[in-house]
């Protein structure tokens, strides 16, 4: 299946052909590293692509997207992809495993978009103030929130995908955070949300 088959008219055709050049280093890049489940890939398009995608819809693409836990760059790639003609928005990948950081800039050099790829442990990088901060799959909410601690910017937002244990996550997290979230239902799995996430404080 290819991306304009998936993606539809509303999205850029250079947009599309640098989703499929992402694509297809990924099918080529996934044996060796495990970037995505290998199961997972039939369904690329929709599971991986498609639900990055939808991300950049929810808030203003102009400023500091910051990604972290990237691995092969869902959904932080995506979105750096979709804003990529847009000059006043940038982007930075963060991704301790260095295999995973390879692929992520050998993407960004083939793709001929511009994006930072930081090779460390979020724990350990200097403030990113990110407008918009963005990480799946990466840990519960409680410890999400640390880490937007340290690296969000005064009025950024957090956007979280999650699935369908979504609102137990949020339980656990108001025992040692105080926020208010909206829970934006996904286009892509009918029991998973993308937390969106402003103000928030220990407490
Ligand atoms: C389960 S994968 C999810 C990858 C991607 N976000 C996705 O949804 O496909 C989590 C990734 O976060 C990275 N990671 C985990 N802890 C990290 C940390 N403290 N600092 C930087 N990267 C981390 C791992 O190397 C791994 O690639």
């Known amino acids: 299946m290819n991306g304009s088959a998936v993606l539809g008219a509303d999205v850029p055709r250079e947009t599309i052909e640098r989703l499929e050049?992402?694509?297809?280093?990924?099918?080529?890049?996934?044996?060796?590293?495990?970037?995505v489940s290998p199961a997972t890939l039939v369904n690329l398009w929709t599971r991986h692509i498609t639900d990055s995608l939808q991300l950049s819809a929810l808030a203003k693409a102009e400023g500091h997207w910051v990604d972290l836990g990237s691995g092969g760059g869902f959904p932080g790639l995506v979105i750096a992809i979709a804003n990529a003609d847009r000059t006043a928005s940038t982007t930075t990948l963060v991704e301790s495993d260095q295999r995973k950081a390879t692929f992520l800039?050998?993407?960004?050099?083939?793709?001929?978009?511009?994006?930072?790829?930081?090779?460390?442990?979020?724990?350990?990088?200097?403030?990113?103030?990110?407008?918009?901060?963005?990480?799946?799959?990466?840990?519960?909410?409680?410890?999400?929130?640390?880490?937007?601690e340290r690296h969000r910017a005064v009025d950024g937002i957090c956007l979280f995908?999650?699935?369908?244990?979504?609102?137990?996550?949020?339980?656990?997290?108001?025992?040692?955070?105080?926020?208010?979230?909206?829970?934006?239902?996904?286009?892509?799995?009918?029991?998973?949300v993308i937390l969106k996430i402003g103000e928030f404080s220990r407490g």
């Open 105 to 148: 800039r050998t993407v960004i050099r083939e793709t001929g978009i511009s994006a930072d790829v930081i090779g460390r442990r979020i724990e350990t990088v200097q403030h990113l103030s990110a407008d918009v901060l963005t990480a799946r799959a990466l840990a519960p909410l409680d410890m999400l929130l640390s880490f937007a």
């Open 161 to 192: 995908p999650k699935g369908e244990t979504w609102a137990e996550e949020v339980a656990a997290a108001e025992v040692n955070w105080r926020f208010r979230y909206e829970a934006v239902p996904s286009k892509t799995n009918a029991a998973s």
């Open 21 to 35: 050049v992402y694509a297809e280093l990924l099918r080529r890049w996934n044996p060796k590293i495990n970037l």
